[in-house]
């Protein structure tokens, strides 16, 4: 059974830390590229970061650029977003999702495999 299980979120207050897990059953990663999305109350769901599957380039939307940093260890069939001086604009439920092919895409549709999600509030 193909599965994707995100885990790490909580409660955090701003400026502080969190690392996201997503790690995969099912099948294995090496075959492709991972990326994170968020969704935020009354928001659309955007993408936060994704790694490449040919030369493990990354990217990251401008408002994380410098704060999150997404990692992959596929000995592990595992990609993590590490996230530091958080802010509450972070706030959302964060997604990890899958498409094998060898380099990242900005649309959703693009991508197979989804994970279930996990919460990130930042609040004081």
């Known amino acids: 059974q193909v599965q994707l299980v995100e885990s790490g979120g909580g409660l955090v207050q701003p400026g502080g830390s969190l690392r996201l897990s997503c790690a995969a059953s099912?099948?294995?990663?090496?075959?492709?590229?991972i990326g994170w999305f968020r969704q935020a109350p009354g928001k659309e769901r955007e993408g936060v970061s994704c790694?490449?599957?040919?030369?493990?380039?990354?990217s990251y939307v401008e408002s994380v650029k410098g704060r999150f940093f997404i990692s992959r260890d596929n000995a592990k069939n595992t990609v993590y977003l590490q996230m530091v001086s958080l802010r509450p604009e972070d706030t959302a439920v964060y997604y990890c999702a899958v498409r094998r092919r060898d380099y990242c895409s900005n649309y959703e549709a693009d991508y197979e495999y989804w994970g279930q999600g996990t919460q990130v509030t930042v609040s004081s």
């Open positions: 790694v490449s599957r040919r030369d493990g380039r990354t």
């Open positions: 099912g099948f294995t990663l090496d075959y492709y590229a």
